[in-house]
């Protein structure tokens, strides 16, 4: 069974390159949440091995650790593995503060290390 990702407020070429990379690396399939509310109700409805939260939502510019703290805070979806897609390293040690795996950056998507921490969460 493939591995389910969840990308939550990416543009629509960053998700593109995102889904193409998990698609190849780990025959990922991935689908699209664009702010919490959607996000919440995906991981609510879907069965998903990990969500990717863009650091600044594309619809409206806001915090994608605002994000991330709802997942981890609700409930029925704090289990879910979360990683901040971010460039800032200060970013992702906060993301870590909240729960999170440390993540990635997009111009790091294709580096080893990238591949080895989606690795470690997919199993």
Not at 29 to 55: K, T
Not at 64 to 81: D, F, N, Q, Y
Request: charged share 25%; aromatic share 8%; proline share 4%.
């Amino acid at each position: 069974m493939p591995k389910r990702v969840l990308d939550v407020g990416n543009c629509s070429v960053d998700f593109n390159q995102i889904r193409s990379m998990l698609m190849d690396q780990f025959q990922a399939e991935v689908a699209q949440a664009h702010g919490p509310i959607d996000a919440i109700e995906a991981v609510r409805s879907g069965s998903f091995d990990l969500v990717l939260v863009n650091r600044k939502l594309d619809a409206d510019y806001s915090d994608g650790l605002e994000v991330l703290r709802l997942l981890k805070s609700t409930p029925e979806t704090a289990h879910v593995p979360v990683m901040l897609i971010t460039n800032y390293p200060e970013s992702q040690d906060e993301a870590v503060q909240l729960g999170a795996e440390y993540g990635f950056g997009k111009k790091s998507l294709y580096a080893e290390e990238t591949k080895q921490r989606l690795s470690k969460v997919f199993g």
